[in-house]
Every structure is written in structure tokens, then in C-alpha cells.
């Protein structure tokens, strides 16, 4: 509603305000100050400009032979010896679906620390029905988990519940169950 009454005012009397502005007499640029060149010795305005374009061969020949590049060979050897253990540590999926789920194609094995969907949803379903035996321990256990991820993953992470809320009154309309 306030926007609305915003428009309103802002674009009241429109056209009128437009050619007031555009029927003003546009400000003159401040002119420029004369600046004299003193005439160099012997040299012209051509001269200097060929000058300027002109390669410089003993310093182009310097140019071609710098050459920089900088890498740090210990953090360049952590991270190959890094994504070395992580590819090789796999593990087979626990839990999936029947097909091919959003028309992806179906893993097979998933690195050691991740979960896919269908693998979450299952360990939180599975720690919702039954909390005593599902423990954060025995999740990050069974999926190949840090216990502190596991542990976040059942904290921060709910799988939808439908509760069904019964109505105040008893003349209220219910949808009943198919």
C-alpha cells in the first residue's frame, strides 16, 4: 500500500516537471586552459610520436627473457598426497532407491565422510523410530562418519513429520483419509 501511494506522488505532475528541466538553458563547459608547448630542440610533433611507437629492441630482447612462476612445492605435494587418500577411501552405499531418482544416474560408492540423500534421510528416519538403538555413535559408525558430523547431522537435520491437528469444534469440516 505504501509503495503504491509512493508511485503516486512520485510520478505526479510528471511531464510538466520533464520540460521544465529540459527547457533550461544547459551550463557552458569552463574552457580550457591554453597550455604552449615549448618546441623541443630540433624535434617536431611527428618526431616525437615515432619515437613513442618505436620498438625498443635491447629492451624487448630483455622482456623475452624474464620468465616468473611461483608455486609452492610443499602445499603442491600435501594436496596430491590429500586428494590421493581421499579417492582411494570409498565406501559401498548402505541405502538407495529403486531407478534412477531425478533422473541421475545411480552411484555406486561414495567417499568415506559423505553421505547421499537417500543414505541421510535413512539414517535420520531410522534414529527418529528408534533413538536407543540409532545413536549418533552407531550412524557415524555404519556410514563412515566423524561422530561430531553425526552428531550435527541428527541435531540440525529433521525429516518431515505430518501431524495430523484435530479440530476445536466438533461441527468442523475433516478431510478424511483415502
Given at each position: 500500500?505504501?509503495?503504491?501511494?509512493?508511485?503516486?506522488?512520485?510520478?505526479?505532475?510528471?511531464?510538466?516537471?520533464?520540460?521544465?528541466e529540459?527547457s533550461?538553458?544547459k551550463?557552458?563547459?569552463a574552457?580550457?586552459?591554453e597550455?604552449?608547448?615549448?618546441p623541443?630542440?630540433?624535434?617536431?610533433?611527428?618526431?616525437?610520436?615515432?619515437?613513442?611507437?618505436?620498438?625498443?629492441?635491447?629492451?624487448?630482447?630483455?622482456?623475452?627473457?624474464v620468465y616468473?612462476?611461483?608455486t609452492?612445492?610443499?602445499?603442491?605435494?600435501?594436496?596430491?598426497?590429500?586428494?590421493?587418500?581421499?579417492e582411494?577411501?570409498?565406501?559401498?552405499?548402505?541405502?538407495?532407491l529403486?531407478?534412477?531418482?531425478?533422473?541421475?544416474?545411480?552411484l555406486t560408492?561414495?567417499?568415506?565422510?559423505?553421505?547421499?540423500?537417500?543414505?541421510?534421510?535413512?539414517a535420520l528416519?531410522?534414529?527418529?523410530r528408534q533413538?536407543?538403538?540409532?545413536?549418533?555413535?552407531?550412524?557415524a559408525?555404519?556410514?563412515?562418519?566423524?561422530?561430531?558430523d553425526a552428531?550435527?547431522?541428527l541435531?540440525?537435520?529433521?525429516p518431515?513429520?505430518?501431524?495430523?491437528?484435530p479440530?476445536?469444534?466438533?461441527?468442523?469440516?475433516?478431510?478424511?483419509?483415502?
Amino acid at each position: 500500500m505504501g509503495a503504491r501511494v509512493a508511485r503516486m506522488f512520485r510520478n505526479f505532475n510528471l511531464e510538466n516537471r520533464v520540460y521544465r528541466e529540459i527547457s533550461k538553458e544547459k551550463p557552458q563547459a569552463a574552457p580550457r586552459h591554453e597550455v604552449s608547448v615549448p618546441p623541443s630542440a630540433g624535434s617536431s610533433g611527428a618526431e616525437t610520436v615515432e619515437s613513442a611507437n618505436k620498438k625498443n629492441d635491447p629492451l624487448l630482447t630483455l622482456l623475452k627473457s624474464v620468465y616468473v612462476e611461483s608455486t609452492d612445492p610443499a602445499a603442491a605435494e600435501a594436496s596430491k598426497e590429500e586428494m590421493a587418500g581421499k579417492e582411494s577411501e570409498r565406501r559401498p552405499l548402505k541405502f538407495s532407491l529403486p531407478g534412477h531418482p531425478y533422473g541421475l544416474v545411480e552411484l555406486t560408492d561414495v567417499p568415506k565422510g559423505k553421505l547421499t540423500i537417500t543414505e541421510a534421510l535413512k539414517a535420520l528416519s531410522s534414529h527418529q523410530r528408534q533413538p536407543q538403538t540409532m545413536t549418533p555413535e552407531k550412524i557415524a559408525q555404519d556410514y563412515s562418519l566423524d561422530l561430531k558430523d553425526a552428531k550435527s547431522l541428527l541435531e540440525f537435520f529433521v525429516p518431515f513429520k505430518v501431524e495430523i491437528i484435530p479440530p476445536k469444534t466438533e461441527n468442523a469440516q475433516q478431510i478424511k483419509a483415502s
